[in-house]
């Protein structure tokens, strides 16, 4: 069975930066497409940036040059580096595994001073 688990999520000032694992158990995250997407409070859920199996990435304009997706293979692990956080980064993260539309639960993201 495929498990996502998120962790990294916290509190943080502007400007500040995080970075948020998705630890996948049941199988092999680089075979697959991953996501991270977010929500913030009553709000839609919105696509952050994905990772193909090849290593390709691309990102919401909203992160563009501030966020960067990669790949820890040998920890079956995808990453979310966020620089330059600002305030409306602050959303629930999740990270998705495309084939078979696996989620995990989400790590929270808080950037505030």
């Known amino acids: 069975q495929v498990q996502l688990v998120e962790s990294g999520g916290g509190l943080v000032q502007p400007g500040g930066s995080l970075r948020l694992s998705c630890a996948a158990s049941?199988?092999?995250?680089?075979?697959?497409?991953m996501d991270w997407y977010r929500q913030a409070p009553g709000k839609q859920r919105e696509w952050v940036a994905i990772?193909?199996?090849?290593?390709?990435?691309n990102y919401a304009d909203s992160v563009k040059g501030r966020f960067t997706i990669s790949r820890d293979n040998g920890k079956n692990t995808v990453l979310l580096q966020m620089n330059s956080l600002k305030p409306e980064d602050t959303a629930l993260y999740y990270c998705?595994?495309?084939?078979?539309?696996?989620w995990g639960q989400g790590t929270q993201v808080t950037v505030s001073s």
């Open positions: 990772i193909t199996s090849g290593g390709g990435t």
């Open positions: 998705r595994r495309r084939d078979g539309d696996y």
């Open positions: 049941g199988s092999s995250s680089s075979i697959y497409e």
